[in-house]
């Protein structure tokens, strides 16, 4: 019941709030939205955020490109592919960054302990464990072992659900895994990192996920989405400079162990995606056969432009 | 012939032995619900499987009991009952009626066969995408999930129970002609319905799944929902609290139509043997 | 009396798994409108089918059955049909009295008409008292007269019964003997009855057709001119009927041993 | 003539529902449902080809496997719960229960058990597979004819004698209810496994398809998915008429002869 | 001649569906090793539910049956039963030959002992050509020669018989009486044999039990003191054959009545 949000030309101000629909899913970088919520940014643009969650991205394409939803939170990887097969859907703005710190980051790469794999490049002929294959992680998986100079071939990358990885692990059904928050935190007792691969992919902090919509909407709602991207920009920078309220945020909408959330490594939020950090996923991605097609800037990032 | 026409005193006396199986009825289940308990229990604990990823029962129940005392879990339940309700009669409703159809119409059986079975194993998971793109993410979506799953099941029992019908039963009503509509109901629906019984138990299993799964991949609020984020989470204990509070949503199904079954199928071999016989 | 039902040429074949049997040869013959006939013969005969088709619920291999002038091509209107599976011609879901009620709802009785009808059924049939039992629940005698109650109950104008008192006692039997001859007379029914028991068949019937074994055909069509008022004591006590149980017994015979008949053909 | 007024019966229908598809989704430019004949197109591509070997073979393997599990384990356990009222009481609380836990909650947890392997794909199959096949066998053990089950009796029968030659003919056509039921459940699972932790399968593929958006792609593997169902039921069905000759024989004897 | 069943104050009560039957009051009786007992009784005496309790397929409510000296729990080794419901009782997937042989198969008999014992019976029921059929392709004479051919191939210590020529002709009829009494005597089988035939009973048996009207108890035991060679016609003829026949009849009649038993009890 979005309160006739998908009407065309609406133009939300404080007396006259429009409800916006948007699909997360219930991962530590959308806790900035929330946090943005809770301050208030968006009623004072006089939007209603109403969050809706799925279980992964590509169940929230659809009601996105219907117009269910005005916008969805996704990894960079998913959108690409999208746009590469001609979905028209425009990233309105950043979702969160990598830390550029190694050992540090918001995924890695990580095997038992006492296991003989040194670096990715030991890891030819090794079962490893993502959450999604064909998406940002293998991707990430890829790019580790090239830069350790191994055979991204070799790797036998299988599919499993982040909890049920970090017990696969623990017992040996697969020799390493590549991780995300918080379970790269879970996973981390009795493991060790072997690999940062946003670090070999670029020595900067990166663009990982993104908030996107579809390019009707956006013709239809101009003003909308500015105010809406201008809200999101606003809690990114606010989460930023908060990071004790962003994990103070987590058990709000994540069933996580209290003891967890004090010790995850917290994402960077920053407004803004640099044309580097697109090309860099986008040479990534067609490198390890994420995407089929080039994808530029400018066809995949909304200028931000009301007219 | 005598029919005993036991007067009040005699038929209590009757009665007598009723209770003592009564009470004796809950005494098999009680005992299989508690081995599965014990094994839940031990299992997980003895580490043997799975290390620590599948937590005991006691752990279970503990985060299930602290979950009952919000509402958010019976808000959730109410939902997905919901859903699985809607889908259920739906899909039972269309299986029985094309069912009939079908079966009593030999070349409408011809004709559709292949079709039936091209569409019957195609997974209701797959179309999610277009389900959500026609119906969005609210519980129609998984509604229409559940009746597209659910549907095939009663279907292909109600086909299999009007072939089951006695020939000397079909003879017997057409020599008195019956009507077409009497041939159904005094015939063909009696004989089907084990087999329509057994449909629906399967569908409403079915459906409960669909409900559960549309909820925890659109994300439609809801028990499913829940699961998706204990899940994501890393909260196993949780999981499997909801887990459990599916399952046994499952077995409460089942009890209501097992209780139906006996209502409706007292004439059944399988539920009148309880006569006497060695 | 003009004719009732009329077989003509009838030929049945039964062609399943592989087995092709010709139940039926050739049969001809007529029944008038209110006439009483019995059908004998040799077990596997084909009595059961010449029923059936008599009825609409097989379809002949060759020939036809003409009831009152229009062939049958289905179960024609007004007539019962006792089957020689009493036990799998009720139906198991409904209780006694529902069984017999059922065909009558068909008809369209209205609700008072139909519950005397049952009551004065199964009261005639010496059940009163096990309505509300299921068929199930009954012996197998008592089943059979459940399907026997049911026909009678339904009033028909063809009465077609297939060896419907095998499975009753000798009393009850001759109960259900004088019960059905009431009927025909009070009713002009017009009757078919299978039956094994010579003395049976011609104690009940104007007629007593013979029929040989399979492939089936007429062996035999005898008159029985015995007067209408029947005893089952002195009626059966009478020379003229031990005389015609005679004939009918030498037609069987001869049916048994494949012979053409030997009686003098009626 | 017969043959092929019952040809032209099979096939009129889907010819009609297709030829539909074809006029209505021709101009489609909804992302999601895209034209017939693309889809087609790559039809023909992805799947007459290597492709097949390397994923609907493996699938299909596991497959077969899970449902012949299934129907072993789904009539033998069938059969004992049947038979004895106490253990079916016993059982069913325990078996609804898992029956209503769904698959996609399950395969994870199979998964620990099993490992990854194709191991645990066949018992995703089994998970789901075997439901119908146990219903429907338990329910036709139970109905069996009480007259039937005195002789057999009677005649001193062993129960392994009254096992094979009294209930499980008996109970078959309800058992080929089940089983059939049973094979389209197993195909539906046999892509909800291959979701999970696989690395190649009819149902990973179509999975894929359906994150990376290869929408056209997606849909001819749903084409594929339905043609397979259509075989194995067909082949199902030519095996059913040989086991059932007798029942089918006796059910149609009337039917035939009017 | 020792005891073979003993049935002592054997009870049994019906209790289904809120309807509560008391089929048998109290009956005791012995039988004797190698005896030929007839029981008869109007419908719905208590003659099948007797049998079952007999063959171990019905718990009595009280009383018991004793074989051989054991109490009966379950169904005895060496026992044959031919039901009433014949048509219920073959297996409908298997064909004539093959429902004949499985019980064989249980005994264990060889091949080439069991092929012969099929075909012999097979035979003796004048069913030699119908072995490859189903039992649903036959008519119900030949269903129930076949339920017959069945227990006679299983050379039975113990034959319990249900009404087993209900369905069949006069003709076969005598036949299959004459095979059971030879059987009978050449194997020494004890036999209990239900019958509504009165002639039939008197025919056969070495002794009729004439049962009550339900709740059941005997009424009457007659022994049949005719030699032990009887012939269809001549026995029939004897003024002994006359005089039992009417005695057995005096004691249904009494029995549909309800008046205890007027014929001197034996
Ligand atoms: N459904 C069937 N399929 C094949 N053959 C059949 C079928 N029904 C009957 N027959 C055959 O047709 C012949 C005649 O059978 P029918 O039942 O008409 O005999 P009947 O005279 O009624 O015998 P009975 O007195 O024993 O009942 C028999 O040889 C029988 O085997
Ligand atoms: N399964 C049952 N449930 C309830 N009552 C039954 C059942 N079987 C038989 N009866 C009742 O028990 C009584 C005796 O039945 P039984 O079948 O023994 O009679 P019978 O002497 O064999 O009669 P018939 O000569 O008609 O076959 C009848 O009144 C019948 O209604
Ligand atoms: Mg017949
Ligand atoms: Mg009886």
Redesign the interface.
């Given at each position: 019941g979005g309160g006739g949000s998908s009407a065309a030309g609406l133009d939300p101000t404080p007396q006259t709030p429009v409800t916006v629909q948007a699909g997360f899913i219930p991962v530590i970088d959308v806790a900035a939205l929330y946090l943005g919520d809770k301050q208030g940014f968006f009623t004072s643009r006089g939007i209603k955020l109403n969050v809706n969650t799925a279980q992964g991205g590509a169940a929230l394409v659809p009601p996105v490109v219907s117009g269910q939803y005005q916008f969805a939170f996704s990894n960079i990887v998913s959108v690409l592919s999208a746009r590469a097969q001609g979905l028209p859907l425009k990233v309105i703005a950043s979702g969160s960054n990598s830390t550029a710190v190694a050992g540090k980051d918001v995924s890695m790469i990580r095997v038992p302990e006492n296991s003989t794999i040194k670096s990715p490049a030991d890891l030819a002929g090794k079962k490893v464990s993502v959450n999604t294959l064909n998406n940002l992680l293998q991707m990430l998986g890829d790019v580790a072992v090239s830069a350790a100079g191994g055979d991204p071939a070799s790797v036998k990358f299988v599919e499993l659900p982040f909890p049920d990885a970090v017990t696969a692990l623990g017992n040996g059904n697969v020799d390493a895994m590549v991780t995300a928050e918080p379970f790269d935190t879970i996973a981390s007792k009795g493991t060790r990192v072997i690999a940062s691969p946003y670090l070999d992919m670029a020595k900067t902090s990166l663009t990982t996920s993104v908030y996107f919509t579809s390019e009707q909407q956006l013709q239809q709602n101009p003003k909308l989405f500015t105010a809406l991207k201008a809200a999101i920009d606003e809690s990114l920078t606010y989460a930023n400079a908060h990071p004790d309220q962003v994990r103070a945020q987590l058990p709000s909408f994540m069933k996580i162990d209290p003891a967890v959330v004090g010790q995850v490594t917290l994402p960077t939020y920053a407004p803004g995606i640099s044309k580097d950090s697109v090309d860099a996923f986008v040479k990534a991605a067609k490198r390890y056969n994420m995407v089929t097609a080039d994808v530029s800037y400018d066809d995949l990032v909304w200028s931000g432009a009301a007219s | 012939?005598e029919?005993l026409e036991a007067p009040p005193s005699r038929r209590a006396g009757a009665a007598a032995p009723a209770p003592a199986r009564r009470k004796r009825r809950p005494v098999a289940p009680v005992v299989g619900i508690l081995i599965a308990a014990v094994l839940a229990e031990l299992i997980p604990r003895s580490g043997l499987i799975a290390g620590d990823a599948l937590p005991p029962l006691s752990s279970v129940l503990a985060e299930l009991a602290r979950d009952a005392g919000h509402a958010e879990l019976w808000e959730a339940i109410g939902r997905t009952v919901r859903t699985w309700l809607i889908g259920l009669v739906l899909a039972v409703a269309a299986g029985v009626v094309v069912g009939f159809v079908i079966g009593l119409v030999p070349w409408l059986r011809a004709a559709t066969a292949s079709t039936v079975e091209f569409l019957r194993p195609i997974p209701s998971v797959a179309l999610i995408p277009a389900v959500i793109l026609i119906f969005g993410t609210g519980f129609q979506s998984g509604v229409t999930l559940i009746v597209y799953a659910g549907f095939w099941q009663v279907l292909v029992q109600v086909l299999y129970g009007v072939q089951d019908i006695?020939p000397?039963?079909r003879?017997?009503a057409?020599?008195?002609?019956?009507?077409a509509w009497?041939v159904l109901r005094?015939?063909v629906w009696?004989t089907a319905l084990p087999f329509v019984f057994t449909g629906i138990r399967l569908a409403a299993s079915v459906a409960l799944v669909l409900a559960i799964t549309a909820e925890l991949v659109i994300g439609t609020p809801g028990l499913g929902q829940l699961i998706s984020v204990a899940q994501s989470s890393g909260a196993t204990t949780e999981m499997f609290a909801l887990v459990l509070v599916a399952g046994v949503l499952g077995v409460l199904v089942n009890v209501l139509f097992r209780l139906g079954e006996r209502l409706t199928l007292r004439?059944?071999p399988s539920i009148?043997r309880a006569g006497g016989a060695r | 009396m003009t004719d009732m039902v009329e077989v003509r040429n009838l030929k049945k074949v039964?062609e399943?798994?592989g087995?092709r049997?010709e139940a039926i040869r050739d049969i001809t013959f007529t029944v008038a409108r209110g006439e009483f006939a019995c059908i004998?013969?040799?077990?596997?005969?084909?009595?059961?089918?010449l029923l059936?088709c008599l009825?609409?619920?097989?379809?002949p291999t060759a020939g036809e059955v003409v009831l009152e002038g229009s062939p049958v091509t289905?179960?024609p209107?007004g007539?019962?049909?006792v089957?020689?599976?009493y036990?799998?011609?009720?139906?198991?879901?409904?209780t006694v009295r529902q069984n017999i009620d059922?065909?009558l709802?068909?008809k369209g009785l209205p609700r008072e008409k139909r519950d005397r009808l049952v009551s004065e059924a199964l009261t005639a049939v010496d059940l009163g008292?096990?309505g509300?039992?299921?068929p199930?629940?009954?012996?197998?005698?008592?089943q059979q007269?459940v399907a026997i109650a049911r026909a009678v109950a339904?009033e028909p104008h063809v009465l077609l019964m297939?060896?419907p008192f095998?499975?009753?006692?000798?009393?009850?039997?001759a109960d259900l003997e004088d019960l059905v001859r009431t009927l025909w007379r009070d009713l002009g029914i017009t009757t078919l009855f299978v039956t094994?028991?010579?003395d049976e068949s011609v104690y009940l019937g104007e007629r007593v057709i013979v029929l040989s074994a399979s492939p089936t055909h007429v062996l035999d069509d005898v008159r029985i001119d015995l007067p209408t008022e029947r005893n089952q004591v002195t009626t059966r006590a009478t020379p003229d009927f031990a005389e015609l149980r005679a004939r009918v017994?030498r037609g069987?015979?001869d049916a048994?041993a494949g012979r053409p008949a030997t009686g003098a053909v009626a | 003539m017969k043959i092929v007024n019952r040809v032209l019966l099979a096939l009129g229908l889907p010819v009609l529902l297709v030829a539909l598809w074809w006029v209505t989704s021709a101009n489609s430019t909804n992302y999601y449902f895209p034209p017939l004949s693309k889809i087609l197109d790559w039809f023909g591509k992805l799947w007459l080809s290597a492709r097949f070997g390397d994923d609907v073979v493996p699938s299909l393997v596991r497959l077969l496997v899970g449902f012949a599990l299934s129907a072993v384990i789904g009539v033998a356990l069938g059969v004992a719960l049947g038979l004895t009222d106490a253990l079916r009481r016993g059982a069913e609380p325990v078996l609804e229960f898992l029956r209503a836990i769904p698959p996609t909650v399950l395969v994870p947890v199979i998964a620990l058990v099993a490992g990854i392997g194709d191991g645990s794909k066949i018992l995703v199959i089994v998970s789901g597979c075997v439901w119908p096949v146990l219903l429907n066998t338990v329910e036709g053990v139970r109905a069996a004819d009480e007259v039937m089950v005195d002789t057999a009796r009677s005649f001193g029968l062993t129960r392994a004698a009254r096992l094979r030659h009294l209930v499980l003919p008996a109970a078959s056509p309800q058992i080929a209810a089940g089983l059939r039921q049973g094979l389209s459940i197993g195909l539906i699972l046999m892509v909800i496994g291959e979701m999970f932790a696989a690395t190649n399968g009819l149902g990973f593929s179509i999975v894929q398809f359906q994150r990376t958006f290869a929408i056209p792609q997606m849909w001819s593997g749903i084409i594929l998915l339905g043609l397979i169902g259509f075989v194995l039921s067909a082949l199902f069905t030519l095996i059913e008429k040989r086991a059932l000759?007798?029942y089918l024989?006796l059910r149609?004897?009337?039917k035939?002869?009017?």
């Open positions: - | 012939m029919v006695d000397v039963a003879e017997t057409r020599s008195y002609r019956f009507s009497a005094h015939v009696p004439w059944h009148r | 039964y399943s798994q087995r049997i004998v013969g040799p077990s596997g005969a084909g009595k059961t089918t059936k009825a609409g619920l097989l379809k289905g179960p209107l007539m019962a049909v089957f020689q599976e036990g799998r011609s009720l139906f198991p879901w409904k059922l065909p709802r068909q008292d096990a509300r039992a299921y199930w629940q009954l012996s197998g005698g008592m007269r339904y297939d060896e095998a499975a009753v006692d000798a009393q009850t039997r094994h028991d010579i017994h069987i015979q048994k | 000759g007798w024989g149609e004897a009337q035939r002869n009017r």
